[in-house]
């Protein structure tokens, strides 16, 4: 069981804040905030958790290395049409939250790849790395892929007539295999929580490039809503926080017990 948290990067670039037309706090709008917190607990599960440190406004992590926005970088031909590039969401992003643009103007290609090779690499090869080492170790590999929601992004959303809170991705059952998402899901809703598949979020690229259930690499992307945990204006913990990080402690703890019969077999035998 691997846990990785791509969004939730906090260490804002001079370069970043000098050249966007963004206040600080409307930058930090598009972060996951405090996710690698809230999920910290992985490694006393004997779990592995990967977090990002340089925010999602500089570079997303989970977008391909090669999703660049013509309407942001100079020298880009127009490519097949792809809706999260074209809304200003590629790998380096034009906009935060809300559509509003991060940098007046174009930025120079040999930016994106500067902070692709230095930045989006190494985390990409430290992922696979572990991914390629828990199969090695157990025939099977599990990532469970940590993000946040804004609230807003549930309107409409409905689970039997109840609102979610929590959003499981699996690619529609491409990039895990279904037992395993069930007990993943079953594991929140023990705790009380709403969960939703698939909608409105099914797994961007992490999930759809390392889920291959078939050859034991299985990806399950959270996404938990940040009205539980977070004041989503001023982004401050509010008087939640504590509970919800208890809770997803404990998920967390049922989450990786799921693999551990078999280990247990293979131990008595």
Request: glycine fraction near 8%.
């Given at each position: 069981m691997i846990?990785a948290?791509?969004?939730s990067g906090r260490?804002?670039?001079?370069?970043l804040l000098?050249r966007?037309?963004?206040?600080?706090?409307?930058?930090?709008?598009s972060?996951?905030?405090?996710?690698?917190?809230?999920?910290?607990?992985a490694p006393?599960?004997g779990?592995?958790?990967?977090?990002?440190?340089l925010?999602?406004?500089?570079?997303d992590l989970?977008?391909?290395?090669?999703?660049?926005?013509?309407?942001?970088?100079?020298?880009l031909g127009?490519?097949?049409h792809n809706p999260?590039?074209?809304s200003?969401?590629?790998?380096?992003?034009?906009?935060?939250?809300?559509?509003r643009?991060?940098?007046?103007?174009?930025?120079?290609?040999?930016?994106?790849?500067r902070r692709?090779?230095?930045v989006w690499?190494?985390?990409h090869a430290t992922?696979?790395?572990l991914?390629?080492?828990?199969?090695?170790?157990?025939?099977?590999?599990?990532?469970?892929?940590?993000?946040?929601?804004?609230h807003?992004?549930?309107?409409?959303?409905?689970?039997?007539g109840?609102?979610?809170n929590?959003?499981?991705?699996d690619?529609?059952?491409?990039?895990?295999?279904?037992?395993?998402?069930?007990?993943?899901e079953?594991a929140?809703?023990?705790?009380?929580?709403?969960v939703?598949?698939n909608?409105p979020?099914?797994?961007?690229?992490?999930?759809?490039?390392?889920g291959?259930?078939a050859?034991?690499r299985?990806?399950?992307?959270?996404?938990?809503?940040?009205?539980?945990?977070?004041n989503?204006?001023?982004?401050?913990?509010?008087?939640?926080y504590?509970?919800?990080?208890?809770?997803?402690?404990r998920v967390l703890?049922?989450?990786?017990?799921?693999?551990?019969?078999?280990?247990?077999?293979?131990a008595?035998e």
């Amino acid at each position: 069981m691997i846990f990785a948290s791509p969004h939730s990067g906090r260490l804002y670039p001079n370069e970043l804040l000098s050249r966007s037309v963004l206040s600080p706090l409307a930058l930090r709008s598009s972060e996951d905030a405090f996710v690698d917190d809230l999920f910290g607990a992985a490694p006393a599960e004997g779990a592995p958790i990967l977090t990002a440190r340089l925010p999602r406004a500089w570079l997303d992590l989970n977008r391909a290395s090669d999703e660049l926005d013509p309407a942001l970088f100079d020298g880009l031909g127009r490519g097949p049409h792809n809706p999260r590039v074209a809304s200003g969401l590629g790998v380096v992003p034009r906009v935060v939250s809300g559509g509003r643009a991060i940098y007046r103007g174009k930025l120079d290609l040999v930016t994106a790849q500067r902070r692709i090779r230095q930045v989006w690499q190494p985390y990409h090869a430290t992922l696979h790395r572990l991914i390629e080492e828990s199969h090695d170790a157990f025939g099977q590999a599990v990532l469970i892929d940590c993000h946040s929601m804004p609230h807003e992004a549930l309107d409409g959303v409905s689970v039997g007539g109840r609102r979610p809170n929590v959003v499981l991705g699996d690619r529609y059952g491409a990039a895990a295999d279904p037992d395993l998402v069930d007990a993943v899901e079953r594991a929140f809703e023990a705790e009380g929580m709403i969960v939703s598949r698939n909608a409105p979020f099914a797994g961007a690229f992490i999930t759809q490039h390392y889920g291959r259930p078939a050859r034991g690499r299985h990806v399950v992307q959270v996404e938990i809503d940040r009205s539980l945990y977070m004041n989503e204006a001023t982004i401050e913990p509010h008087s939640g926080y504590a509970q919800v990080k208890a809770t997803l402690t404990r998920v967390l703890a049922e989450i990786t017990r799921i693999g551990r019969p078999a280990d247990t077999a293979l131990a008595a035998e």
